[in-house]
T-cell receptor, first 110, second 119 residues
Framework: DAKTTQPPSMDCAEGRAANLPCNHS???????VYWYRQIHSQGPQYIIH???NNETNEMASLIITEDRKSSTLILPHATLRDTAVYYC???????????FGEGTQLTVNP | GAVVSQHPSWVICKSGTSVKIECRSL??????MFWYRQFPKQSLMLMAT?????????EQGVEKDKFLINHASLTLSTLTVTSAHPEDSSFYIC???????????????FGEGSRLTVL
């Protein structure tokens, strides 16, 4: 399964955009990119996912490069409650293994 | 939206006892469920992949006789930690997939997690 690489930590000022990068250079054509976040002692929370096209929902935007080897999660106006560990996951077909990388600890500062 | 529920959310037990954690998909049929273990300040570590009606596939290093996984129905998977010891204390999380009909677009949903403390 494709592995992902993320920076271990990032800081962002409250109200500013948070841009979280993810490298997934071995992704295959049918694999989707998913983003989740985990706040301490809770289960991961779904944020967004995509295949090729950029995606946007009420939480975030997902920018996937044309070669699909990397992506960026954008939180347009970060708040203190967005402080969490963000995981970028490449998902294989149903029934296959689903593994997590180390994620990025995003800290939003006042 | 779809919800995956785990029970109990936390449990404390004595060393040597067995503990069962349930993972339920509340409004969809989950063909595949994943079980994870997470230690403090670490990422989620995949323990096993469970497909309904078949034996679970365990990750290397995970003892199948110690961590019993049963996925007998499309809405319920259970993880039983047998003869628990203090080193089994951890945060256990399940995930369920709901196929959406298209290749490789199975939606992923996570439970709230179950914190196990073995004394």
């Amino acid at each position: 399964d494709a592995k992902t690489t993320q920076p271990p930590s990032m800081d962002c000022a409250e109200g500013r955009a948070a841009n979280l990068p993810c490298n997934h250079s071995t992704i295959s054509g049918n694999e989707y990119v998913y983003w989740y976040r985990q706040i301490h002692s809770q289960g991961p929370q779904y944020i967004i996912h995509g295949l090729k096209n950029n995606e946007t929902n009420e939480m975030a935007s997902l920018i996937i490069t044309e070669d699909r080897k990397s992506s960026t999660l954008i939180l347009p106006h970060a708040t203190l409650r967005d402080t969490a560990v963000y995981y970028c996951i490449v998902f294989l077909r149903s029934g296959s293994r689903l593994t997590f990388g180390e994620g990025t600890q995003l800290t939003v500062n006042p | 939206g779809a919800v995956v529920s785990q029970h109990p959310s936390w449990v404390i037990c004595k060393s040597g006892t067995s503990v069962k954690i349930e993972c339920r998909s509340l409004d969809f049929q989950a063909t595949t469920m994943f079980w994870y273990r997470q230690f403090p300040k670490q990422s989620l570590m995949l323990m096993a992949t469970s497909n309904e009606g078949s034996k679970a596939t365990y990750e290397q290093g995970v003892e199948k006789d110690k961590f019993l996984i049963n996925h007998a129905s499309l809405t319920l998977s259970t993880l039983t930690v047998t003869s628990a010891h203090p080193e089994d204390s951890s945060f256990y999380i399940c995930s369920a997939t709901r196929p959406s009909g298209r290749v490789n677009t199975g939606e992923l949903f996570f439970g709230e997690g179950s914190r196990l403390t073995v004394l």
